[in-house]
Every structure is written in structure tokens, then in C-alpha cells.
């Protein structure tokens, strides 16, 4: 644009040099050019307008990205928000459910009852620890399975262990046992 501007104001000295000295003939050669720069001063002076509107508009499509970015921030706040409530929301009920066990079987005059309700209470713990360290864990896209599997284990191993009410060893009589030396297998119910 500056050349331009540069180009024509060249032009328009030549042209009054040329009107002032007395040449005609060079006065319209130059006056038919200084048109031709003023055509394309004019175009150059669109295409900037365009310009300046497409940059207008890509600074409005900026502006709306940028709330459109800043509401889906909150949204996912309030996501995790909600799904903390949850979780712990469920925590409280597993809570709840072992208490509630506890106490019935704390109030049990039978024993296999009171037994089967305290290894109820303990099965439901083993399942509120996976969950507490399932909610835990903060990458969902991967899962440390060896700690989990020890996880597992632990709590399962300690809804599995006897229940102490009776003071009784689970040996034979319990239902986890196969009655025979070497490894011990799960029978079914």
C-alpha cells in the first residue's frame, strides 16, 4: 500500500511538472496512469476492508470459543463436583449397611446368624474398600492392577477370616474348607 501511495503521488509530481512546463501529450499518459493507480489503490483499499471484516469476525469466533471453553471448564467442575458426591454418597451407604449389620448381629441369639451377618458385614467392607480405591485412583485411563489385585486380596482375605464372635477356628466346619489337607478351595453355598 505504501509503494503504491508512493507510486501515485510520483506520478501526480510528474503530471503538474508536465501541466507547468507545457507538455500535454505527457499530461494525459500521466493522467490515464494516476486512473490506473487510483483503480488499484481503490481495490487495495477493499481488499484491506475485507481484511479488516474478516478479522473482525475471526476475533468474534475467538471471544465465543473462548466462553465456549470457559463454560465447558465449569461443566466439568460441576461433574466432578457431583461425581465426589457420589462416591461419597455411596461410601455412606456401605457404611450405613455394615452398621446396621453389625448391630443385628451384635443382638443375634443365634449364631450361625450372627455369624453369616458378620461375614455379610465383612464381604460388604471388601467391596467399600475396591470402591474407595477405585474413586481413589485420579487417571481413569489407567488402572495400577498390581495394587489392585493386592487391594482385593486383602479385603477379601479379611471378609474370609473368621469372624471371632465364637471364639471358634473356621477349620472344618467352615464353608471355605475342603476338609482334606493341601490347598483349599471355595465350595459353593
Known sequence: MRSLVGRMSAELMRVRLA?????????????????????ELERTSDALAHAADALRAAEEQAAELAATVRRQD????RKEMLTQEVHHRVKNGFQAI?????????QQ???????????????IDALAAVHGMLHAEQRTDALDVTAYIRA?????????????RSGRSWSRSSPWSSGRKGPRRLRSW
Open 19 to 39: 501541466v507547468s512546463g507545457g507538455r500535454v501529450s505527457g499530461t494525459l499518459d500521466g493522467m490515464v496512469e494516476i486512473h490506473g493507480l487510483r483503480s
Open 74 to 77: 465449569e461443566l466439568l467442575r
Open 98 to 106: 455394615v452398621a446396621l449389620m453389625r448391630m443385628e448381629a451384635a
Open 109 to 123: 441369639r443365634l449364631e450361625p446368624l450372627a455369624e453369616f451377618l458378620l461375614r455379610s458385614c465383612a464381604r
Open 152 to 164: 482385593i486380596c486383602a479385603s477379601l482375605a479379611r471378609a474370609l477370616a473368621p469372624t471371632g
